[in-house]
């Protein structure tokens, strides 16, 4: 399968703990987006890499989070302390500069 | 601030019935709108762009039509495999590369 994969797809965690997820993106895409999304609404973007820069963090995503794409393949999403209010599914996608993104399957993060 | 609004939040059909999803938006330069399918539990699936008033897409069941307010996914004689939510996202010049999403279509075609 070429698609964008996440692993964990699903993720339990008590407050307070961290927490971290890994996207591999579709091998030729070199940007890759990471997006929250909370039930009933539509996703919501976090933060964006174009090969291994950075470029663009949402001003709702706060200090207890911090991505990385070290290489500029897979990329890794870190909660820390995590608060009930983290609880959704994390969605990463991936595509060419100027072209559709094509989106995982998502984590799905439950905060007790 | 770009705002995108889905209609209606639910729609149920019988299958064969034929109906229209509106996605309308405010947005400072539209560089793009997109529609995705999204089921249950699983991450949304790319179904089309629009980029220009007046024009359209075909998949299937279903054509994405544009102008300078809204878009329109139309789904033409249902089958209860087309029930998913249905989601409408813009890029647009002052977004850069992120994509900003309505809420969603939640369709259920019934058989």
């Known amino acids: 399968d070429t698609g964008v994969s996440q692993d964990p797809r699903h993720k339990i965690t008590k407050r307070g703990q961290n927490v971290t997820f890994r996207c591999d993106p579709i091998s030729e895409h070199n940007r890759l987006y990471w997006y929250r999304q909370t039930l009933g609404q539509g996703p919501e973007f976090l933060t964006y890499f174009q090969n291994e820069a950075q470029l663009e963090k949402s001003r709702l995503l706060s200090d207890r989070f911090s991505a990385e794409r070290p290489k500029g393949s897979f990329s890794t999403l870190e909660i820390q302390r995590t608060e009930q209010g983290d609880s959704a599914m994390y969605l990463c996608?991936?595509?060419?500069?100027?072209?559709?993104?094509?989106f995982g399957p998502g984590t799905r993060l439950t905060v007790l | 601030e770009d705002q995108v609004t889905q209609s209606p939040e639910a729609l149920r059909l019988q299958e064969g019935e034929s109906s229209s999803l509106n996605c309308s938006y405010t947005?400072?330069?539209?560089?793009?709108l997109f529609w995705y399918r999204q089921d249950p539990g699983k991450g949304p699936e790319f179904l089309f762009t629009l980029y220009s008033a007046g024009e359209e897409k075909e998949k299937e069941r279903l054509k994405a039509t544009l102008t300078k307010k809204e878009s329109f996914l139309h789904i033409t004689a249902p089958k209860p495999e087309d029930s998913a939510t249905y989601l409408c996202a813009v890029r647009t010049e002052t977004s850069g590369s992120r994509l900003t999403f309505g809420e969603g279509t939640q369709l259920t075609v019934n058989p």
């Open positions: 947005v400072s330069g539209l560089r793009g």
């Open positions: 996608a991936s595509s060419l500069i100027r072209y559709e993104q094509f």
